[in-house]
């Protein structure tokens, strides 16, 4: 069994991690980091400790009333999507160890696309 990073936990909810394959597993946010833990298989989990946490990105839809998904970036460049029941109760969560400012909304469809007209004719 995998040793958990937090000491004390704040929650612990359903969740699916978007790693190239979907797995299936529960959420942990505690005092030290964000952790995910596989359902089916013990051996496949995320921790991230709170130090790594560079941004936290939201995806928005419905001005906030629907949270589709979330992604946590770290320091090292890599970043994790989930999903799960209940967005606005695990982003509460995050908020108390993530300072507000780095929890940032992604980009809409309009935005990517009016990003790529501008480089397009930004090169010639």
């Known amino acids: 069994m995998v040793q958990s990073l937090n000491t004390k936990v704040d929650l ?8 190239g394959f979907t797995e299936y597993g529960k959420i942990m946010i505690g005092d030290k980091g964000f952790e995910f833990y596989n359902s089916r298989d013990p051996r496949k989990y995320i921790q ?5 946490v560079d941004n936290v990105i ?3 839809l419905l001005k ?3 949270i589709p998904r979330y992604a946590i970036r770290t320091k090292k460049n890599a970043t994790y999507i ?6 606005k ?3 509460r969560a995050v908020r108390k160890y993530v300072e507000p400012s780095r929890m940032v909304n992604s980009l809409s469809f309009f935005d990517v696309l009016k ?3 501008k480089s397009t004719f930004k090169k010639s």
């Open 82 to 87: 989930f999903s799960s029941k209940e967005p």
């Open 64 to 66: 906030g009333k629907w």
């Open 89 to 91: 109760k695990v982003l």
């Open 12 to 19: 612990v909810i359903d969740a699916t991690a978007l790693t």
């Open 58 to 60: 939201v995806s928005v």
């Open 48 to 52: 991230i400790p709170w130090e790594e």
């Open 115 to 117: 990003r790529s007209v």
